[in-house]
């Protein structure tokens, strides 16, 4: 399976170093800045044209600002690449479609990388709420704050217009965590520091979600922590327990659930239910990412994150967005 990178900045270099760790072979990239750089570290070549890169490969990883993605993925999916993309999907509902639609036409594979859903405190929680453990959903509360982006050259993560912003950009990861755990969304509202004063230094925003079972959630990102400081946890409350993480403690999750009498009468001395045992992080979440990746694509399983769970994903951003400019609930 021969792979092209698109775009040398901190994605780019992650996912080459992902890919390497699969049976993949990384033969070139594309990139405006940090190319040959990038493709030396692999024994890549270094394309000078994205038209030129596609007839050389079988996959595209695209790297590269948000806006770019559309266009980037239409041609890949016309040239019968598969097609890994970067999250978000796009910027607009008709453009995400537009690039679904393209790869179903062409018959190749897109993949968009959710990364969150492969962070292993996150999958374990999501399998201990499917199989019931915490009964009906109440509650989740998910955090990820983080740092204003701060580049040298073209920081576009600061263009709307280019990233989508904060919510868009950053927030995605936990609007799909949400849906994954608790379904389909009826109604959004939102406020944040940028909506009322825009020329605030960074931003911090609280979206609410209201889901079809009558459970919410609490959504709190933030591009505002000082540099290098990225936190990250949930709460996920339901009718027979809690289940809780914070990337500031060592374990893996903590689990705070109800026994039925059965339980409690087997396991006297126990006062909480099962969890799960604790274990170093052998594995970066973004290369078993790409290992799922490869492994779909040689074998033709389903991924894990479907096309279509990015472009709700982008429709519950983009609606959080909408609440934030008007100062109203969205209704779905």
Known sequence: MRVGIVGAGTMGVMHAAAWAQTGAKLVGVYSLRGGPELAHRYGARVFERYDELLQAVDVVDLCVPTDLHPAMTVLAAEAGKHVVCEKPLALTIADGEAMIAACERAGVRLFIAMVVRFFPQYRAAQQLVAAGQLGALGVLRLKRAAYQPHKEVDNWFLDEARSGGMVVDLMIHDFDYAR??????????????????????????????????????????????????????????????????????????RTFLQQSSA???????????????????????????????????????????????SLEALRLALVARESLQTGRVVKL
């Open 263 to 309: 339980q409690a009468a087997a396991c006297p001395e126990r006062s909480e239910g099962v969890g799960l045992p604790l274990a170093p992080l052998l594995e970066d979440p973004y290369t078993t990412q790409i290992k799922h990746v490869y492994r779909a694509i040689a074998t033709g399983e389903p991924f894990a994150v479907t096309p279509q769970d």
């Open 180 to 253: 994954w755990l608790a379904g389909p969304v009826t109604r959004v509202y939102a406020q944040s520091a940028r909506a009322h004063r825009p020329s605030s230094s960074g931003d911090y925003a609280l979206v609410t979600l209201r889901f079809a079972s009558g459970a919410m959630a609490i959504v709190e990102g933030g591009w505002a922590n000082p540099p290098g400081v990225f936190r990250t946890g949930f709460d996920l409350a339901g009718s027979e327990g809690l289940i809780e993480w914070s990337s500031d403690d060592t374990a893996t999750i």
